[in-house]
């Protein structure tokens, strides 16, 4: 528990607000810069502060570190840095300026200021919702088309609905039909649910994807019915999507229900029905209250699984059907920004905590009432 689960969730939650690299690379101006006005250029003093922190970087990795972590915060600085690096051969004083005039603009050394005044930054946590700190150190939104985290964010949580939807739209009946019937015939019904669970995940999505492709077993059928005459786009929109993430995580919503339901009495129904309850009726007024937990149960860990899809949405959704965790494996694999991949990771966590404590409260509630 403790080496597999808090170890790399303390990691995640100290990579989102920590960033250290400016701060270790370039103490000398951190001193020099911290009652620096940002008005006007910094003093000769905290330039040649500067310029000593630069020449006695000699490790190359930690540089380009350095590099990445200012040219994050302002465009220009990969080039300005390698170009002043290199003019930086000698022992003596140096004018920045005449190595390159972007050294006499107070914006590049207002992003230095920036990132060497902490080691801990709030700056990965409020990109991650399209949030920033403006000039004057205030929370605003970012401009339109500067980042969509929120959207897909959005993106995601509605594709987890649409998916937690069509399980207990699928799953309810399922587990009744399931409960009400016993020996091998409960036995292949609840094989045919947990058959999609001994499978790999990769496989499953693999399988969808061969299955609702434009000249796929589907597409093929309703085309052999004559129920259309053109393939139906099931492939890389967000139909093909729920379709397939309903498959997998569809026995997840109907074990919770079964389990609920096999403790159910069968006699109240009949009890209904001999009053003279429609089944209809019997069904919304006796079975589903009793059920109930179950829906509720297998409903919260369907949508806390569907949070988190990364294969199934890659594979069968197109550009604007992927989701947070797409998102996420950009950031650590792509662009080697762990802290933006880390501040992702602990939105969705805090939203995923966020649900369960409304499940838990709902829970209580319910046992108080029983």
Request: aromatic residues 8%; proline residues 5%.
């Amino acid at each position: 528990m403790l080496s597999f689960f808090v170890v790399p969730l303390v990691t995640m939650m100290k990579s989102a607000v920590s960033d250290p690299v400016a701060t270790e690379s370039l103490p000398r101006t951190h001193k020099a810069l911290a009652r620096w006005d940002r008005i006007s250029v910094p003093p000769a003093t905290a330039q040649a502060a500067f310029v000593d922190d630069i020449r006695k970087l000699a490790n190359d990795e930690q540089f380009g570190d350095l590099v990445r972590r200012l040219n994050s915060a302002q465009s220009g600085f990969r080039s300005l840095l390698g170009k002043t690096r290199r003019a930086l051969d000698g022992t003596g004083a140096v004018d920045l300026a005449a190595i390159d005039s972007r050294w006499s603009e107070t914006s590049y050394w207002t992003t230095i200021a920036e990132a060497v005044a902490s080691p801990w930054t709030d700056k990965n946590l409020l990109a991650a919702v399209d949030l920033e700190r403006n000039a004057a150190g205030n929370i605003a939104a970012m401009p339109d088309g500067a980042s969509a985290n929120r959207l897909i964010m959005i993106r995601t949580f509605v594709t987890s609905a649409l998916v937690t939807l069509a399980c207990i739209l699928i799953g309810l009946p399922f587990a009744m039909v399931a409960a009400s019937v016993d020996g091998w015939r409960r036995q292949i019904l609840l094989g045919a649910v947990l058959l999609p669970l001994w499978t790999s995940l990769l496989v499953r999505t693999a399988a969808w994807y061969v299955v609702l492709q434009d000249n796929g077993l589907i597409n093929a059928t309703l085309r052999g019915l004559g129920l259309t005459s053109a393939p139906v786009p099931l492939m890389f929109n967000r139909l093909g999507v729920v379709i397939a993430m309903t498959h997998v995580l569809l026995p997840f919503m109907v074990l919770p229900i079964f389990s609920v339901l096999i403790a159910i009495p069968r006699n109240l129904m009949p009890a209904a029905a001999s009053l003279g309850a429609h089944p209809l009726r019997a069904f919304v007024h006796v079975l589903l209250p009793l059920s109930m937990r179950g829906v509720v149960s297998g409903a919260l860990l369907v949508f806390m699984a569907a949070l988190g899809y990364y294969i199934t949405p890659a594979l069968i959704g197109g550009a604007n059907d992927q989701m947070i965790s797409s998102v996420i494996a950009y950031y650590a694999t792509g662009a080697a920004n762990w802290g933006m991949a880390g501040a992702l990771g602990l939105v969705l966590l805090a939203m995923t905590i966020l649900l369960y404590a409304v499940y838990i409260r709902l829970t209580s509630a319910e046992e108080q009432r029983a």
